[in-house]
């Protein structure tokens, strides 16, 4: 019965830590941006500030990586960012396109050098 017990508290703590706190701020953000101007200068500052985070992500996890992918070369890394971006670009402005592209120069790279 201990197992059952464990399973549902670690469910109860995903949903509660993970999933909850998530949501609320995703609702608020619903309910608070019905009747805003999409092309309104407070918009624009955010679409500005999710962009420079995102690019900070991106730029750490190249430049400065842990784990595994800190084994490989920066000319890799580089390699496939320059990769994600092209093939973003010409498949239609589809992220996914790009990160499939970046993912499978990564693992050929790293394959390659035998990593």
């Given at each position: 019965m201990?197992?059952?017990?464990?399973?549902?508290a670690?469910?109860?703590?995903v949903?509660?830590?993970g999933?909850?706190?998530n949501e609320?701020?995703?609702?608020l953000?619903?309910?608070?941006?019905?009747?805003?101007?999409?092309n309104?200068a407070?918009?624009?500052?955010v679409?500005?500030?999710?962009?420079a985070?995102l690019?900070?992500v991106?730029a750490?996890?190249?430049?400065?990586?842990?784990?595994?992918l800190?084994?490989l070369?920066l000319?890799?890394?580089l390699g496939?960012?320059?990769?994600?971006?092209?093939?973003f670009?010409?498949?239609?402005?589809?992220?996914l396109?790009g990160v499939?592209?970046a993912?499978a120069?990564?693992?050929g790279?790293?394959?390659?050098?035998?990593?």
């Open positions: 201990s197992v059952v017990d464990g399973e549902w670690a469910i109860f703590i949903l509660v830590v999933f909850l706190p609320m701020w995703r609702v953000g619903v309910l608070l941006g019905r009747g805003m101007d999409e309104g407070l918009m624009r500052w679409r500005a500030v999710a962009t985070l690019a900070a991106v750490r996890l190249v430049l400065v990586p842990s784990g595994d800190a084994k070369p000319a890799l890394r496939s960012l320059a990769l994600a971006v092209a093939a670009l010409l498949v239609r402005r589809s992220v396109a499939l592209a993912q120069l990564l693992i790279g790293a394959w390659w050098l035998g990593l």
